[in-house]
């Protein structure tokens, strides 16, 4: 097991927004975490990349406890988030952009090897690469997102609700990058409002409602769950 998070709780002052959660996530798949506006889901998020302080609970990666770990050593550790909103540094170039993404890493060579990789899987960029990145389209600016992740050389990739704002075209680019990304041997947990997208692509998935997981199965089985297709595929 990859991640397995436990009991975690995170409150803004007196309020609760996520109420003892649990989940797993293994090596290799990608597992996506579904539900409404405001049922916590970026409050995960954050939590699991240390951005916001857990009130309780336990995160566990590798076999490490990282639930007190700073930011930037639980980047270093192997994960990294495509925040929600891309949150680019819109008035530096794509490379500033990208190389900021490798700010933990310290092999020159290996550096260079992995913006090559994300120059293949995102020609686009390689083509703009001088450009500045706050004058990209919507679309261009999530893979610049999810390219300056990978630039880290995570195991584990975490994507916060990646086809916010997009287009339909570019929308089902984002999910075939994910894809792609997950048989190139990262594990993906994604956070997700479109919740048909992101169940056709999860190996499992999880259902939050109101800080608390009601639903788990696999992509397939919550396509099929009558719960799920009446509350989130309108069906």
Known sequence: MLLKVEDLEVSYGLIKAVKGVSFEVNEGEIVALIGANGAGKTTIMHALSGIIPKRGGKVVYKGKDITSLA???????????????????????????LFLGAYTRKDKKEIAETLEYVYDVFPVLKERKNQVAGTLSGGE??????????????????????????????????????????????????????????????????????GNITVSGTGEQLLKDERVRSAYLGE
Do not use: C, W
């Open 71 to 97: 930011p930037h050593k639980i980047t270093a550790a192997g994960i990294s988030q495509v925040p929600e909103g891309r949150r680019i540094f819109r008035e530096l170039t794509v490379s500033e952009n």
């Open 141 to 210: 600016q999530q893979m610049l997102a999810m390219s300056r992740a990978l630039m880290a050389h995570p195991d584990l990739v975490l994507l916060d609700e990646p086809s916010m704002g997009l287009s339909p075209l570019y929308v089902n680019v984002v999910f075939d990058v994910i894809k792609s990304i997950n048989k190139s041997g990262k594990t993906v947990f994604i956070v997700e409002q479109n919740a048909k997208k992101a169940l056709s692509v999860a190996d499992r998935a999880y259902v939050l409602e109101t």
